[in-house]
């Protein structure tokens, strides 16, 4: 296949759209919350706190709706034996997003936090802050390493041009007006981008279902004929196995930094909540012409096009069914328009993505756990330093690893099973500590790799009930490869038994140390009789810079205003009196 003009003129023009855009949106806001007195740094970790409606609603959708979830969610439905009945990324994020909004955009954005790990280090102390820190920036820089991976070979099949050039290309983009603008610049081009995957796709649907050599699919939906039917349906020895897949999406979705740079963007705790309301429908409404393409994929006769005699999921290429359909069942200038939307949907993933790792590190690794006396123009400076490591590191691992889907399947579960009952005790349950999270950090790592991942070809060591053993073929080589298929749901019992582990073991050493039962000298960790210690947050930091703060447990909570949140909050809202806190900051007035 010889290189396409028209699809390089498409991409070139695309792309330097989006480069326009973010580099507008980074002058237009150069100076937006520094006027008031906020820091500059900040700025560009969560923009001045004051996202409008319109681009607040397209950024917080652009927060689950990029390349994994439009070319994942039409390779489940076009899967034979999975299908929409297992295309559960729509609904799951979706709700991810509500769940987000009803219990978790308030407390965070209300109490001034800049990251997702500001209440760990606040709670906990800084080197709790720094283990909590790798399993997400595992998930942020394996999530952008393989969507730019999926880009690469979704170029190659429309246009036949070089996919590690693509894939560098796009990524240096991405990582240069994230360099410039920050949060703006990926706000901005998230409404472009957005615009382009609803638009590219819905072009492409008509075409596509027009072909001759695609069957109806409302009679594929329920009656096999070139495979099973595509609605798909769940075995009763995989109800299990699907409601685990289930709340890993609908709870794991949440304790992402992507998700809450959104929500601590937002001038105020209600806006935040409407925000991922209104992210909530925006994801469903961009799942469904992903769910057409894989309904397309499944109900046509692949022989009569030019794809070739096999099918897609004869040849092992189930996972690029939507570039498969824009460019052999599409004209082909109808599949550049796709070409675009899969680009724009990769790019506004990656730069979040990446824009979420170095601010967790500039400032909750760099700023609170070594260098607290480091300026404001110190910590913007790592944060762009940082922002082009991890994009190159990213955009390596896309080049280089061939398992990077594997190693992102994993991350995210560590995400969930380690992070996400972290967040719930730290936000939600009084009394949790520094031991209980410890403890809640290592049942939930060894729960959750013992049960192993086939993707990564890990050997499980704990064989929970119900696992079997499993055999995959090859569709090219038939080489037949064994593994251990977990059908319990192990994932979220290894997350409660983390939440449990947190809880159980911080009124445990709660105790012991209160009654005397455990001497004083060896709470080395200062996370009960030393509350005071420098470990466990003089970090009060994080939501004011008065030195007389009490760290009175299980106070309530009176929110200060400090001099270093000058400028953050543009609406009275955002200070919420009803919001509790594990530890109080009392009224200095």
């Known amino acids: 296949m010889a290189i396409h003009a028209e699809g390089l003129v498409a991409i070139v023009v695309f792309y330097v759209l989006i480069l326009f855009v973010g580099i507008w949106a980074a002058w237009k806001n150069k100076n937006a919350g520094v006027s008031d007195g906020g820091d500059r740094s900040e700025r560009i970790m969560v923009g001045g706190r004051d996202i409008g409606l319109f681009v607040g609603a397209f950024t917080m959708t652009a927060t689950w709706v990029g390349g ?8 489940s439905v076009y ?22 909004g009803l219990f978790f955009a308030k407390p965070m954005r209300s109490r001034g936090y800049v990251t997702m790990l500001d209440p760990f280090q606040q709670l906990y102390g800084k080197r709790m802050g720094g283990l909590l820190f790798i399993p997400a920036l595992m998930g942020e820089i394996f999530w952008s390493a393989a969507i730019l991976s999926a880009l690469g070979a979704t170029l190659s099949v429309i246009v036949d041009i070089n996919i590690n050039m693509s894939v560098v290309i796009s990524a240096l983009i991405a990582i240069f007006y994230t360099l410039v603008g920050g949060l703006y610049s990926v706000a901005y081009t998230d409404v472009v981008q957005l615009f382009c995957i609803f638009v590219g796709l819905w072009i492409s649907v008509p075409f596509a279902l027009s072909n001759p050599a695609v069957s109806d699919i409302s009679v594929t939906a329920k009656k096999a004929i070139y495979q099973s039917p595509w609605l798909g349906k769940i075995e009763a020895n995989d109800t299990w196995l699907w409601a685990d897949n289930f709340c890993l999406l609908m709870l794991g979705g949440i304790p992402w930094q992507v998700y809450f740079q959104r929500v601590l963007s937002a001038s105020s705790a209600t806006y935040a909540q409407v925000l991922s309301f209104l992210a909530a429908f925006g994801c469903l409404v961009m799942a469904v012409p992903s769910v057409l393409i894989g309904a397309i994929g499944a ?22 069914i939507l570039p498969i359909v824009l460019q052999h069942l599409c004209p082909s200038y109808v599949s550049f328009f796709g070409l675009g939307a899969v680009s724009a949907a990769v790019m506004s993933s990656a730069d979040s993505s990446i824009l979420s790792a170095s601010s967790m590190f500039a400032r909750n690794i760099y700023q609170l756990a070594f260098r607290q ?30 398992s990077v889907y594997g190693l992102w399947y994993l991350s995210s579960d560590l995400v969930y099973v380690i992070i996400f009952p972290q967040l719930l005790s730290v936000l939600f349950v009084k009394g949790t500590n520094t031991y209980g999270s410890v403890a809640a950090y290592i049942f939930g790592l060894l729960l959750r790799i013992g049960g192993g991942e086939p993707y990564l070809k890990l050997p499980p060591f704990i064989y929970y009930p119900g696992s079997e053993t499993a055999k995959k073929i090859h569709p090219l080589t038939g080489d037949v490869e064994y593994f251990i298929q977990q059908k319990f749901p192990f994932k979220s019992v290894s997350m409660a038994a ?64 400090g001099p270093s949140l000058a400028g953050t909050f543009t609406n009275a809202e955002g200070l919420d009196d009803g919001a509790s806190s594990p530890e109080s900051f009392p009224d200095e007035n």
Do not use: C
Not at 79 to 100: C, H, K, M, T
Not at 373 to 402: C, K, N, Q
Not at 535 to 561: F, G, R, Y
């Open 299 to 320: 109900s046509t006769a692949w022989n009569q096009t030019s794809y070739g005699s096999l099918a897609p999921k004869d040849r092992d290429e189930s996972d690029m």
């Open 373 to 402: 006396s480091a300026s404001d123009r110190e910590i913007v400076w790592v944060m762009r330093l940082t922002i082009f490591v991890f994009g190159a590191l990213a955009t390596s691992m896309a080049l280089l690893t061939g």
């Open 79 to 100: 899967l034979p034996d999975f299908g929409l009945a297992w295309a559960q990324a729509p609904f799951g994020y979706a709700l991810s997003l509500v769940v987000g």
């Open 498 to 561: 983390s939440f449990l582990a947190n809880v159980g073991f911080s009124y445990l050493t709660k105790y012991l140390f209160e009654t005397g039962m455990v001497s004083h000298k060896y709470d080395f960790l200062g996370a009960v009789v030393s509350k005071h210690s420098g470990e466990i947050m003089d970090k009060a930091t994080l939501v004011s810079n008065h030195d007389n703060i009490i760290l009175a447990e299980m106070a309530p909570v009176n929110q200060v205003l």
């Open 68 to 75: 994994g979830y439009i070319n994942g969610t039409a390779e």
